[in-house]
T-cell receptor, first 116, second 116 residues
Framework: DSGVTQTPKHLITATGQRVTLRCSPR?????VYWYQQSLDQGLQFLIQ???????AKGNILERFSAQQFPDLHSELNLSSLELGDSALYFC???????????????FGQGTRLTVV | AQKITQTQPGMFVQEKEAVTLDCTYD???????LFWYKQPSSGEMIFLIY??????QNATEGRYSLNFQKARKSANLVISASQLGDSAMYFC?????????????FGQGTRLTINP
C-alpha cells in the first residue's frame, strides 16, 4: 500500500459528461501530481500542486482542471468528456519541499475512466 | 526530443535468471533523479528504486539494483534471481527541473515476462 488513495477505482460515463477524480496524498506529503496513462500516449504528466498552489502544468487539456484543498487532498475535474479521454488516471504524492530534490514519488492505484 | 528511452518493448526471461532492463535519458540539468516503477496487470504503479544524479554509488533495494552510468546517460534496472511475480510492465522515469516543480517523465515501458 503506497499510502496514496484514489477514488473511485473505476468510472464509466458517457461522452459530454463531467466527472471528478479524488486523491488523498500520503500523510505529510505536500505535493500532488496527476498523470494520465493511455495506450497511445503512455504516461503523461498533467498537473502538479504544492501545498494548495499550482506548481507545474503538463499536457493538460483546457477541459480538465484540478485543485488542491487545505487538507491537501486533490481533485481532478474532467468535463465535456470524449471517447479519447478513456484512460487510467494516476495521482502521486511526494514530500517535494521547495528547497531540495526529493527522492520519492508514490502513486495511488489509479482511476480507470471509460467514456462510452 | 525523447527524454527517456526504453528500447526493449518486451523481454522474456527464465525464472531465477537475472534480467537487465535498459533505460537511457537525456537532460542538460545537472540535478536530476531517476526512478523505476513496476506496473503489474492490476494497474498500480509500484515504486522500485531511485538514483540521484549526485549519488556516488549505484542504488540497490533488495533484488533490484540500478546500474547508473552517468557519462553514458543510462540507468539500467537489474533484477536478480527473477521470480514469476516479477512479470509486469517496468517504467523508467526521470525528474528534472526547478526545485518544487518536479514532474516525472516516463519512458514507454518494457513488458517483462518471467517463464517457469
Amino acid at each position: 500500500d503506497s499510502g496514496v488513495t484514489q477514488t473511485p477505482k473505476h468510472l464509466i460515463t458517457a461522452t459530454g459528461q463531467r466527472v471528478t477524480l479524488r486523491c488523498s496524498p500520503r500523510s505529510g506529503d505536500l505535493s500532488v501530481y496527476w498523470y494520465q496513462q493511455s495506450l497511445d500516449q503512455g504516461l503523461q504528466f498533467l498537473i502538479q500542486y504544492y501545498n494548495g498552489e499550482e506548481r507545474a502544468k503538463g499536457n493538460i487539456l483546457e477541459r480538465f482542471s484540478a485543485q488542491q484543498f487545505p487538507d491537501l487532498h486533490s481533485e481532478l475535474n474532467l468535463s465535456s468528456l470524449e471517447l479519447g479521454d478513456s484512460a487510467l488516471y494516476f495521482c502521486a504524492s511526494s514530500v517535494a519541499r521547495g528547497d531540495r530534490l526529493n527522492t520519492e514519488a508514490f502513486f495511488g492505484q489509479g482511476t480507470r475512466l471509460t467514456v462510452v | 526530443a525523447q527524454k527517456i528511452t526504453q528500447t526493449q518493448p518486451g523481454m522474456f526471461v527464465q525464472e531465477k535468471e537475472a534480467v537487465t532492463l535498459d533505460c537511457t535519458y537525456d537532460t542538460s540539468d545537472p540535478s536530476y533523479g531517476l526512478f523505476w516503477y513496476k506496473q503489474p496487470s492490476s494497474g498500480e504503479m509500484i515504486f522500485l528504486i531511485y538514483q540521484g544524479s549526485y549519488d556516488q554509488q549505484n542504488a540497490t533495494e533488495g533484488r533490484y539494483s540500478l546500474n547508473f552510468q552517468k557519462a553514458r546517460k543510462s540507468a539500467n534496472l537489474v533484477i536478480s534471481a527473477s521470480q514469476l511475480g516479477d512479470s509486469a510492465m517496468y517504467f523508467c522515469a526521470m525528474r528534472e527541473g526547478l526545485r518544487g516543480a518536479q514532474k516525472l517523465v516516463f519512458g514507454q515501458g518494457t513488458r517483462l515476462t518471467i517463464n517457469p
